[in-house]
């Protein structure tokens, strides 16, 4: 089945330590998202990439930084300049349509990272 | 002004009930609008999207839009338990963004 896949699904960091999300997807989408949820608050964009080898900064996007080395995959890494990352981290893709913005996104399942 | 504002609820109804969720948005040059159910502790999930003023159904989901009154609505007929969750109201903007709104917490009780 076609999809998204998030991992690890919880995950905890170590002060000072950098740590990686991945996301996959097999939907042969050319953009790819991620998002960042807190409690109570509504999705917030770190980083988005329309092609392979190429990303844009979204809202938010200190203390993070990503790759985008293949077409399926977009992994995160949340650094440890980033000093409040607890929170629910969402991965989503897109097709590139004429009317560019006028695509859905599709979610993975999340990673939850905590501190330790 | 936030650009896309929903009421954050909870919204509660009873089940058969018909279950009405608003949203107002301020970028006028918005031209996609979707509307995502998001469960407790999981991902959203695309249920509806809008493009064109007038009124949008799929099956128990009638999703609305006008663009001069920068107003879109969902409402769900028919209202379930597991229909509890909370919806989101998002935008599409330039570059594929979306633009998300808070979100409305919705209660079906039986």
């Known amino acids: 089945d076609g999809g998204i896949t998030q991992s690890p699904k919880y995950l905890f960091r170590k002060e000072g330590q950098n740590v990686t999300l991945s996301c996959e997807q097999n939907l042969n989408h050319d953009a790819m998202y991620w998002y960042r949820q807190d409690p109570g608050q509504g999705l917030r964009l770190i980083y988005y990439?329309?092609?392979?080898?190429?990303?844009q900064k979204g809202d938010i996007a200190e203390g993070y930084s990503v790759s985008r080395e293949k077409k399926e995959s977009f992994p995160l890494t949340v650094t440890s300049a980033q000093k409040n990352p607890t929170a629910f981290y969402l991965c989503?893709?897109?097709?590139?349509?004429?009317?560019?913005?006028?695509?859905?996104?599709?979610f993975g399942d999340g990673t939850r990272l905590s501190i330790l | 002004q936030k650009e896309v504002e929903q009421n954050s609820g909870p919204l509660s109804v009873p089940e058969g009930a018909i279950a009405s969720l608003n949203c107002t948005y301020s970028d006028r040059g918005s031209q996609s609008f979707f509307w995502y159910r998001q469960y407790s502790g999981k991902s959203p999930e695309l249920i509806m999207f809008?493009?064109?003023?007038g009124d949008k159904e799929d099956g128990r989901f009638t999703a609305q839009l006008n663009k001069a009154s920068q107003y879109v609505s969902l409402l769900i007929r028919d209202s379930q338990p597991s229909d509890s969750a909370t919806y989101l109201c998002?935008?599409?903007?330039?570059?594929?963004?979306?633009?998300f709104g808070q979100g409305t917490i919705l209660t079906v009780h039986p």
């Open positions: 990439s329309q092609i392979v080898n190429d990303f």
């Open positions: 989503a893709s897109s097709i590139i349509g004429q009317q560019y913005s006028n695509q859905p996104q599709h």
């Open positions: 998002v935008l599409g903007t330039s570059y594929g963004k979306l633009t």
């Open positions: 809008i493009y064109s003023n």
